[in-house]
DNA sequence: TTTTTAGTTCTTTTCTTGCAGAACTAAAAA
DNA sequence: TTTTTAGTTCTGCAAGAAAAGAACTAAAAA
């Protein structure tokens, strides 16, 4: 159960996934377990396998596996005869969670009204026509995305 | 030059702007002084107003204004016979960024491609193959909302 | 029933980071 | 030329977060 041959090249890409993650506001240590389940051969590993490969702490495991599975995107599955619990990236809900990713332009685009309510009474027209600008554009968006991702389902299901 | 009448609206609007960038992996400050100069009448302010409505220190500003004009979408205006300066939001830019954010698809899609090359061998065939299905979807949407984006430039433009 | 083990939770430590306040700079004003 | 002022940069601190390690739990195995 450890056919890792290329390990250097995970491990490169391990910490790359950690910095990525970082951007976008979370901590480097669940993106590394879910970086490490994702190129790992087989896809799923215990417990162990991703301490050892990660060289942390069980806890810091530990937390980071909890909110891979909170969000989703990590789940885990048994075998008979073996009380580990092997996880394994969820990719489906992966891509449930991409679809949905698209859904914040919604609350940008609240954010702009609210913007603009309290803005009403303003003297400086050409001011609020832009924001008035920028409000459209996130509203256009948000109309169509769902659109777009409808084609792609469709354009899929085909195939 | 301080016709604030709705301050206390203002006030739970810049804080709430604050943490709506802080869970997007910005510090909250430069985003209260994003929201006071979007909601501010007149929507250019000083220095020492930003400061005194924030009841920040000025390093704190002053590393917030960096900030923001760093990313382009805060600029300042000066007025001949007043050394000071008025910071306000460049809306241009911010529709600008806002375009520019959806490249970030592309990162994602790198990533996936990335993925998928190192696991050539598996031999978890279905599993690349979910690997692909949100590698194509990534790439979809990279894409096609550039089009959109045309769709609405045109739409406004006839306007 | 006792022991082992997979994983969690609690406590402590360390590191980061955002802010305040002070010291500083550069340019305008006096 | 000196002083004032707008804004920056530096230093230090305090709060928060992430990780380590130890203590603990629950369930399987012996």
Do not use: C
């Not at 290329?6 to 491990?11: A, G, L, V």
């Not at 994702?38 to 990660?54: G, N, V």
């Amino acid at each position: 159960m450890n056919a890792q041959h290329n390990e250097p090249k995970i491990k490169e890409m391990v910490e790359e996934v950690g910095v990525l993650m970082e951007q976008r506001g979370m901590s480097p240590m669940p993106g590394r377990v879910l970086a490490f389940l994702l190129l790992s051969e087989p896809p799923y590993r215990s417990f162990y396998d991703i301490q050892e490969f990660l060289a942390a702490s069980k806890s810091a495991i530990s937390n980071s596996l909890q909110k891979l599975m909170d969000s989703g995107i990590v789940d885990y599955i048994t075998f008979s005869g073996d009380r580990k619990r092997y996880f394994r990236v969820n990719l489906k809900k992966w891509m449930e969670v991409s679809k949905n990713d698209f859904s914040k332009i919604r609350e940008i685009e609240a954010f702009f009204k609210k913007t603009l309510a309290l803005r009403k009474d303003t003297k400086f027209l050409e001011f609020n026509e832009e924001i008035e600008r920028l409000l459209e554009f996130h509203q256009f968006m948000a109309a169509k995305i769902p659109h777009l991702i409808e084609e792609f389902e469709k354009r899929y299901n085909k195939e």
